[in-house]
């Protein structure tokens, strides 16, 4: 039987911390955050948070991942990481599978892209 998606997403949410979009905007410009945008990069190319860093959910763990040839090294900074999706799915998923690969100090950011625009965040 397959397991529905919002059944994963729910679980995932169970396992990682989130962030709020109040919370994410305070960070912002934070020497000590990196923001890790994971939409696909047409929808990053469009509009992302401001000095985030882009991460395609379908490279995550290849840029993730410090003995890849893709690896960004951001996302092994020892920073803590805000991951955000455009409302909020994707990213709780990228974000358990960010600890499931041992890297800690990982959150979602509720509500993703679209939380984070309406508060009026900046964007680059």
Same mark, same amino acid.
């Not at 890790?36 to 860093?53: F, M, N, Q, S």
């Given at each position: 039987?397959?397991?529905?998606?919002?059944?994963?997403? *729910?679980?995932?949410?169970?396992? /990682?911390?989130?962030?709020?979009?109040? =919370? $994410?905007? #305070?960070? +912002? &410009?934070?020497? *000590?955050?990196?923001?890790?945008? /994971?939409?696909?990069?047409?929808?990053? =190319? $469009?509009? #992302?948070? +401001? &000095?985030?860093?882009?991460?395609?959910?379908?490279?995550?763990?290849?840029?993730?991942?410090?003995?890849?040839?893709?690896?960004?090294?951001?996302?092994?900074?020892?920073?803590?990481?805000?991951?955000?999706?455009?409302?909020?799915?994707?990213?709780?998923?990228?974000?358990?599978?960010?600890?499931?690969?041992?890297?800690?100090?990982?959150?979602?950011?509720?509500?993703?892209?679209?939380?984070?625009?309406?508060?009026?965040?900046?964007?680059?």
């Amino acid at each position: 039987m397959v397991t529905p998606s919002m059944q994963l997403i *729910g679980e995932a949410l169970a396992e /990682v911390a989130s962030v709020s979009v109040e =919370d $994410a905007l #305070a960070l +912002a &410009g934070d020497e *000590g955050t990196v923001f890790v945008d /994971v939409r696909e990069r047409a929808e990053h =190319d $469009a509009g #992302a948070i +401001a &000095g985030a860093v882009a991460a395609p959910r379908g490279f995550l763990e290849f840029i993730a991942d410090p003995g890849s040839p893709m690896h960004n090294p951001a996302l092994s900074s020892g920073k803590r990481l805000v991951i955000y999706c455009a409302s909020g799915g994707r990213s709780a998923l990228a974000a358990k599978t960010l600890q499931d690969m041992g890297i800690g100090n990982v959150a979602n950011l509720s509500g993703g892209y679209q939380a984070w625009t309406e508060a009026g965040g900046p964007t680059g």
